[in-house]
């Protein structure tokens, strides 16, 4: 492959790690605010400072490229909640985590983007049945790691024995997603804050055995 203009490779060959890793961060900000459908080659192209027949030597098409944005998202600030989630000792300390640093990522920016999973799936056209697969198997992985976590509360007496921890799992998960929607429309810290100090006032937590 020739060097591409603009300084983007050293020599012949692909751009350097560091490069491609700049480039897909700047593609993943322009998807997390445009949506894949609404983000054109042009787009990317000014986004990423990358010629578009280099995209498409380092990444691919445009799906194969999204893929690898949503994969740093996850990597990166987007798996924040899930870690913190699954980081913490109590199932109370873990449901703060999660909701506290979803609410921080969601608001983050100039503007409130929300989760770039949850939302991501309503800018892909139907066509791309593959991609919208991708981000529901991200969805479903979180939403049974949830889960997995209240099962073992009911069994170790954090919660109580009737709770259908199915059933709370998808409570949490759709709660987790009307914050994304939320701070994407506009809501402040302080409202999603309080939406989620309701949910966690109604779950019947108890001290562990």
Known sequence: MEPAS???????????????????????????????????????????????????????????????AIELYVRAEGGAALRNFESRATLRESLDAMFDASIDLFTSGQRSRGCMIFLGGAGIGAEHVELRNFLQGLRLRMTRTVEKRLKKAVEQGELARDVDHAALATLCMSVFSGLSVQAADGASKRKLHAGVAQLLAVIPFRAAS
């Open 6 to 68: 603009g300084g983007e490779t050293k020599g012949r060959g692909r751009p350097r790690a560091f490069e491609r890793e700049v480039a897909l961060r700047r593609a993943m900000d322009l998807f997390w605010e445009k949506g894949f459908d609404m983000c054109s080659m042009s787009d990317l192209v000014d986004a990423m400072g990358v010629n578009s027949p280099s995209i498409y030597a380092a990444f691919g098409n445009k799906e194969s490229l999204y893929r690898e």
